[in-house]
């Protein structure tokens, strides 16, 4: 572990409000999303564990029909994919390219975003000391007298939420004991801020290690920040502070009958197939519209909640290839719009989770792919309509697809251990300075750059 210090200027941060004002929120898991895709929602946190993205229905039915804003003949674009799939509002022009022939078959965005871990929180996510793979249940917290007698190398083996307390001159470690009070060793082991990572990975750029002074309090003190305590703190920030979003599909989360879940691969396979029949996951044509569109046209990259099923994995979505398997008349496909069926075989690329480490990891070796097959519905002019999940994939497709936009890590919030409860103690988190950690981090990289 190479250690350097690096100095960050101690420069007041302006707090910005957030677009929700100030939130009471607490456990924030991977399924953080509820996802409403009709115009462009913003995220609230009303309940313990979901995201909702707020829109009405019978608002924007009539502005998104056909390429944008149009209406095709007897139809509309928004009729025919039903609630909660029309590809065409996860463009941020409200325009997509329809027609199957003018779209890329495969193509690569020009950067894979970085892998990181997604912190469960059966070990307190990002309180969980990873060097040591102490969880947040089994230590105790240090005071200042204590954390200025240890060695830089202890220092470094602490967490990234409590080296972010003592970077904050915080030795009542709110952002620890946050964590500790909504974390709990019986979580479920998808449970954590993949969310965050996802998004994050997307919005900022790799970091590397650099080693600080505290930004306020005891500028004696040097910490040393690991690429993953930074990436876990963008992660969190990102998992918390509200921001717009637009998604695509419908979270499979149906309530399961305890007698039929005799395990966790009976449940998994239950809720799979109730999504299925309910056709609640995303369509397999908007799918290939938002793949093509954003990655192959706009070369723009998207979260995808890759399990179908109870579990919730999110993805930053990186490449995709699409083979052209059989076309047909759809003779048996009487919905007065589609003409041809065209089946399709697409291997598609995400950014996987990757453990914690020191330095930058290798992107290229945190790729994972999934093959889906599906039938594409096409009009008489080569536009896609619609979709049908084929083969293995009915069960095994993604869940939702969804995106936001860049936070403004630039303010104070005050978080709840449980919403539900006005009465619940609370956390004043301040975020400004994962900002300057970053940008010291960034510059750091630069600075070994040119060596």
């Known amino acids: 572990m190479e250690i ?9 941060t302006q707090d910005t409000e957030t677009q929700g004002g100030t939130m009471n929120t607490a456990k924030f898991r991977c399924l953080l999303l509820l996802p409403l895709l009709l115009g462009i929602p913003q995220f609230s946190y009303a309940t313990r564990n979901k995201r909702h993205c707020h829109t009405d229905y019978r608002q924007q039915q009539h502005r998104h029909n056909g390429l944008g804003m149009k209406s095709y003949g007897d139809y509309t674009y928004y009729g025919l994919w039903g609630k909660g799939n029309n590809p065409v509002v996860f463009s941020s022009s409200g325009y997509y ?14 950067q894979i975003p970085w892998s990181g871990d997604y912190w469960p929180f059966n070990r307190g996510g990002p309180a969980y000391r990873w060097q040591i793979q102490e969880s947040v249940f ?7 007298k204590k954390i200025k007698r240890l060695s830089l190398d202890k220092i470094a083996k602490l967490s990234p939420a409590e080296k972010y307390d003592i970077f904050m001159g915080r030795f009542d470690y709110p952002l620890t004991n946050y964590l500790r009070k909504i974390s ?14 996802s998004s994050a990975s997307m919005h900022f750029s790799e970091p590397g290690p650099v080693v600080l002074k505290p930004s306020r309090g005891d500028r004696d003190l040097l910490i040393p920040f690991a690429s993953a305590d930074i990436k876990a703190l963008l992660s969190f920030a990102e998992a918390n502070i509200d921001s717009k979003c637009i998604s695509c599909g419908l979270r499979c989360d149906l309530p399961l009958k305890k007698e039929d879940a005799h395990d966790g691969e009976k449940e998994e396979e239950l809720a799979r197939n109730a999504c299925s029949k309910r056709a609640q996951d995303i369509n397999p044509g908007a ?4 793949l093509a569109n954003e990655i192959g046209i706009k070369k723009r990259s998207f979260v995808s909640e ?25 003779d048996d496909l009487n919905d007065g719009v589609t003409v041809n069926i065209v089946s399709f075989n697409t291997t598609v690329e995400y950014t996987d989770e990757s453990d914690p480490s020191w330095g930058k990891c290798t992107s290229s070796d945190c790729l994972k792919e999934d093959n889906y097959t599906y039938d594409l519905y096409l009009d008489r002019f080569g536009r896609i309509m619609g979709g049908k999940w084929t083969g293995e994939s009915v069960l095994n497709h993604p869940d939702f697809v969804w995106r936001t936009e860049k936070p403004k890590i630039h303010t104070s919030l005050e978080l709840a251990v449980d919403e539900d409860d006005s009465d619940s103690e609370t956390f004043e988190i ?3 300075g994962i900002e300057k950690i970053y940008q ?10 040119e060596e």
């Open 430 to 432: 301040d975020f400004s």
């Open 440 to 449: 010291a981090s960034i510059k750091a990289e630069q600075n070994r750059d």
């Open 287 to 290: 799918f290939h519209l938002i």
């Open 4 to 12: 350097k210090d690096t100095e960050t200027q101690d420069t007041e």
């Open 138 to 144: 089994k230590y105790q917290l240090l005071s200042k």
């Open 184 to 197: 709990a060793p019986d979580d479920e082991m998808w449970e954590g801020i993949c969310n965050g990572w």
């Open 97 to 110: 390219e329809l027609e199957l022939d003018k779209l890329p078959l495969a193509a690569a965005l020009p």
């Open 306 to 330: 890759i399990d179908a099923g109870v579990m919730v994995w999110n993805q930053p979505t990186y490449r995709y290839h699409a083979t052209k398997i059989a076309e047909r008349p759809a």
